[in-house]
């Protein structure tokens, strides 16, 4: 039988808008209406396309998502966040249930009355195996002995589930089953142990709380495709709602993340899963605040760190190139943790990487971006905004390149200080050049 996904994004990509390309060249998803219909009509209709590259792509706040490690400091509710991944919350299963039987939510109670003061969606990941039911108590895991080894019994792991499940039933919205378990110090066992702990879960959720989505494991990095495959043809893909994948590419740029994303979706298709939507639930990378306390921080040696000029260029374009790839939520890590933050202080400073993370998501909020695609040195994005205005973000990875607008237009950049700003009023085909730091042009 046909994938049905395929028809989808063959239907949507006919269901799109048209924006003038520099240099006269036409950029073109088919509209095969009425004029008179085609500017309403075509955004309504888009709001079904299937998250394939190519279909116009609408952004919605829960994909504007974070980790948050200190829900009790209040600025991360002004920055417009519309989902929060609960980990590195010190709300794993070893710090809920100690011993068995004796569950501590206090933690996890404050966090949950937090954002839900904020109206945020929760996604709460399912993880870290208390020794008292761990197969290997002896085994060093990231979290404490034997936190990264599968439950000694599945019904230790189902009973908690549950509890969790129904102690924040209508609250909690979506549950990952564990982080990362590619990499051994979360996670020691085979794909085919973590599908059965899914397996398990998934019964214990939806027993309790039918419409809370169930999200696949979080596999990590390009060297996790074959585990993910394993883990799908394992039978995972048959209990999930969502696939979670990190696209981390710690050695490179934003636009290093658009083969893996292709990957991934490439191995759902071939596990009969290719219109299952794709969560990005963990990217970041390392921002040096100037202090020089990342060999203290213990950041590995060969990560990246980036300047802030560079982190304020790397978030839209990180942002842009998710959500035009089918992506449908992006965790950033992390909103306030102490080398990977957006803010400064832990949570309690806005830096220009942090506001700019506000600036574009209130910039591009209810829109839509189409294809992001190299043009030459540039990369270009097609935008329609939430107005109906037709516009473009274009960059360059590196150095600065000269490109000519077809059309007239306005010009907006992102400032020193991370903020959207209009600059002027362009003539058609005025030389710009772009950095790589992006450009916005309106259509009017």
Known sequence: MADPSKARCALSRNLSFNLPRAESRALSWRLPLA????????????????????APQTFTPAFFGAHVHRAGNDLWKRAGL??????????????????????????????????????????????????????????????????????ARLADWSAY??????????????????????????????PQQMAALTRSAARAIRQIDPAAKVVCAGITGSYGLRWFKDYLA????????????????????????????????????????????????????????????LPAAGVPSGWRAL??????????????????????????YSWDHGTMGLTSGRGTGMTPAARVYTSFRNYVMGGRVGRCAREGALWRCALVLRDGTRAEAWWSERGRHTFRPARAGSLLRINERGEIERVRQLAARSPLAAGPTPLFIEYR
């Not at 004029?35 to 190519?54: D, E, N, Q, R, V």
């Not at 991934?264 to 298709?269: E, P, Q, T």
């Open 161 to 190: 589930v549950g509890a969790v499940a129904r102690r924040y039933k209508g609250v909690v919205g979506a549950y990952e089953i564990w982080n990362e378990p590619n990499l051994a110090r979360f996670f020691s066992g085979a």
């Open 234 to 293: 394992a039978g995972a893909n048959k209990d999930c709602d969502v696939i979670a994948y990190h696209f981390y590419v710690h050695h490179g740029s934003p636009e290093k993340m658009v083969p893996v994303i292709k990957q991934v979706r490439a191995a759902m298709r071939g596990a009969g899963i290719g219109d299952m939507p794709i969560w990005n639930t963990e990217t970041g990378w390392v921002i040096d605040d100037g202090r020089g306390n």
């Open 82 to 151: 519309g989902a929060l991944r609960l980990h590195d919350s010190n709300v794993t299963w070893a710090e809920l249930e100690p011993e068995r039987g004796r569950r501590d939510w206090r933690n996890l109670d404050r966090i949950v009355a937090s954002a839900r003061g904020a109206r945020v969606e929760l996604l709460l990941p399912l993880q870290g195996t208390p020794r008292w039911a761990a197969s290997e108590p002896r085994r060093a895991g990231a979290y404490g002995m034997g936190a990264n080894t599968a439950p």
């Open 35 to 54: 004029p008179s219909l085609a500017p309403s009509l075509a955004l309504s209709l888009l709001a079904l396309a299937p998250p394939c590259a190519g």
């Open 307 to 332: 300047s802030m000029e560079t982190a304020v260029a790397y978030v839209p374009r990180a942002l842009l190139l998710a959500r035009s790839n089918g992506v449908e939520r992006f965790y950033w």
